[in-house]
T-cell receptor, first 117, second 113 residues
Framework: NAGVTQTPKFRILKIGQSMTLQCTQD?????MYWYRQDPGMGLKLIYY???????DKGEVPNGYNVSRSTTEDFPLRLELAAPSQTSVYFC????????????????FGPGTRLLVL | SQKIEQNSEALNIQEGKTATLTCNYT??????LQWYRQDPGRGPVFLLL?????KEKRKERLKVTFDTTLKQSLFHITASQPADSATYLC????????????FGTGTQLKVEL
């Protein structure tokens, strides 16, 4: 199993450009997440998904969009890049048997480093 | 508001000593608390999970305690090694569940020879 994979590893964007950060997991996990991590800060949840076709906002969703058409993929879309979106983005996945979600281990990808200039 | 606090100052200890990291929280009633390790340039890796009805959990050289009265978790690494040098994050389930976690800012541990 490759686990959680993310592409690209690093990207420089100009203000106003758009891009999609890719995330794929091969563990058949139902839950997937997107976090951002700024220097010296904890991980902040952007969006999450409890299964294919279902997504919901996290703590810091503004400026981002997501979709979950398959169990494996959970892309994060930046439509109009801003300098405030310079960060490291982590995708994670977990498996929960219950609809309410019991706390389970989250598996993280290696991250995408994004610089908006 | 809900808040998780970890010591932002790096913890420097000598090899062989026990490292103790602290996680304090406010305005939470977590059922679970998790600890993750993060190396530079990498994603966090899960280490241990402790439930509210468990006072202590051990895994090899790692030990976690959970005091819901003090609203505090302590993370211990015994017989520390330079390879234990990393940032350690604690995480709590967000109120309302959904398997969403809120992370602390992490504490950097440096184990010196």
């Amino acid at each position: 199993n490759a686990g959680v994979t993310q592409t690209p590893k690093f990207r420089i964007l100009k203000i106003g450009q758009s891009m999609t950060l890719q995330c794929t997991q091969d563990m058949n996990h139902n839950y997937m997440y997107w976090y951002r991590q700024d220097p010296g800060m904890g991980l902040k949840l952007i969006y999450y998904s409890v299964g294919a076709g279902i997504t919901d906002k996290g703590e810091v969703p503004n400026g981002y969009n997501v979709s979950r058409s398959t169990t494996e993929d959970f892309p994060l879309r930046l439509e109009l890049a801003a300098p405030s979106q310079t960060s490291v983005y982590f995708c994670a996945s977990s498996y929960s048997r219950t609809s309410g979600g019991s706390q389970e281990t989250q598996y993280f990808g290696p991250g995408t480093r994004l610089l908006v200039l | 508001s809900q808040k998780i606090e970890q010591n932002s100052e790096a913890l420097n200890i000598q090899e062989g000593k026990t490292a103790t990291l602290t996680c304090n929280y406010t305005n939470y009633s977590p059922a679970y608390l998790q600890w993750y390790r993060q190396d530079p340039g990498r994603g966090p890796v899960f280490l241990l999970l402790i439930r509210e009805n468990e006072k202590e959990k051990r895994k090899e050289r790692l030990k976690v305690t959970f005091d819901t009265t003090l609203k505090q978790s302590l993370f211990h690494i015994t017989a520390s090694q330079p390879a234990d040098s990393a940032t350690y994050l604690c995480a709590l389930e967000v109120t309302g569940g959904g398997n969403k976690l809120t992370f602390g800012t992490g504490t950097q541990l440096k184990v010196e020879l």
